[in-house]
């Protein structure tokens, strides 16, 4: 049910956009957000909008998407998974869609909007003020390190660590958010409560990217290299053993058709309120990872927000190489793209052209939409 109903003011956020863009960005933005199924003509609930897509037999410019994202998928050196969803129409274009892959840091996504949730409704203030110690550092990626490294620590609040954990794929920032709203347990219950289908979180970047690696967590791993010195004393029985465990059934597994289909109602306005919705789409535009991803290949008047996700390398291959987010059209129609890699020994070159074939399908898909002739009757 469209979450825009029970609305509340979220005075952190709008700070917090008022910051990020100019003010007519600000107002167009949260202004083309729909407000529940009145944002769609002829839809009075998800149930009726479901039966509608399946109804509806594939045009001409469906079917072309779909064989040419079937042919992307078939021609990478790689497991992946592609998920595209037309958010105006809901229809999905699929590529072993429905099978599991390991998110890595776009499981940051569930975190961020469990945050907001409970922000709406009024269990979290995003400008709560927050410390963050040597005690609060994880592993591998988190900038925050270097400044506690220099001060001792870092002061901010949830709004910026937020902003840190998205656009930067911070994860002590990340970590911190989890914590403060409850653990992992709490994520679960944001997804389920929502029916966010073929999504798990998993647990904190600790205790995951250990497992992974065949460690057990310790504080001492998340300061200077000790976490890859501890990594390589690993027997390499044992990290092989975990490393194939993970990907086997990753902590962390999401179907790409779960992640595109939560992106889609996201951008529909029926997950969060609109200035929750309006925050986080803020943020991950402005996200500085995976440049060279999906949003390579993405025309300069284009939108992409959008939320990578990098597994562990171990003996040649590659776990966990993500991109997902939503693009926007010029005329504001926008699509919810998901590619996931599980496993590739392919080089990065091909795996970031791979994901620009997609991205380029869905540019070529709008432009067959905007030449045909529009339909008698919305969906």
């Known amino acids: 049910m469209p979450r825009s109903s029970r609305c509340k003011p979220v005075a952190a956020a709008l700070r917090f956009l008022a910051l990020t863009f100019p003010i007519l960005g600000i107002a ?36 072309a998407l779909q064989e040419r994202i079937a042919e992307i998928g078939d021609g990478f050196a790689g497991e992946v998974g592609i998920a595209v969803i037309d958010v105006q129409t809901g229809r999905a ?35 709560e003020p927050v410390i963050m110690r040597r005690e609060d550092l994880t592993v591998f990626y988190q900038p925050i390190r ?7 620590s870092f ?26 709203v409850g653990g992992p347990e709490e994520v679960e219950e944001f997804l389920e409560r929502e029916e966010i289908g073929g999504v798990e979180f998993g647990t904190d970047e600790r205790s995951k990217q250990s497992a992974i690696a065949g460690l057990t967590w310790r504080q001492a791993y998340s300061y200077r290299d000790e976490f890859y010195k501890a990594r390589d004393r690993v027997p390499e029985d044992v990290r092989r053993k975990a490393f194939e465990a993970y990907l086997a059934d990753p902590v962390d597994g999401a179907t790409p058709r779960g992640i595109a ?12 309120s ?26 300069g008047d284009w939108r992409i927000a959008h939320k990578t996700g990098t597994g562990q390398f171990f003996d040649g291959e590659q776990s966990g190489y993500n991109d997902v987010g939503l693009l926007t059209a010029p005329d504001g129609r926008q699509y919810a ?11 990065y070159a ?24 529009s339909p008698d009757e919305p969906l």
């Open 28 to 63: 167009l933005l949260v202004t083309w957000l729909p407000r529940g199924s009145g944002g769609y003509p002829g839809l009075s609930d998800e149930t009726e909008f479901e039966a509608k897509i399946m109804q509806q037999q594939p045009n001409e410019e469906e079917r």
């Open 93 to 127: 274009f699929l590529h072993n869609g429905d099978e599991k892959f390991p998110q890595q840091s776009v499981s940051k996504l569930w975190v961020a909007m469990t945050a907001l949730d409970q922000a709406d409704r009024g269990k979290l203030e995003l400008d």
């Open 146 to 152: 270097n400044i506690v490294r220099a001060r001792g």
């Open 155 to 180: 002061s901010a609040d949830y709004a910026e660590l937020m902003r840190r954990a998205l656009a930067s794929s911070d994860n002590s920032a990340n970590d911190r958010i989890l914590r403060r």
């Open 261 to 272: 289909e939560a992106l889609a109602r996201l951008a529909r306005g029926e997950l969060l």
């Open 274 to 299: 609109s200035v929750s919705s309006a925050l986080l789409l803020a943020i991950l535009e402005q996200t500085k990872s995976g440049p060279r991803r999906l949003k390579g290949a993405a025309p």
């Open 337 to 347: 793209v998901a590619v996931m890699i599980r496993r590739t020994r392919a080089s």
């Open 350 to 373: 091909a795996r970031m052209e791979m994901m620009q074939e997609v991205t380029r399908a869905v540019v070529e898909y709008d432009e067959m939409l905007s030449a045909s002739p």
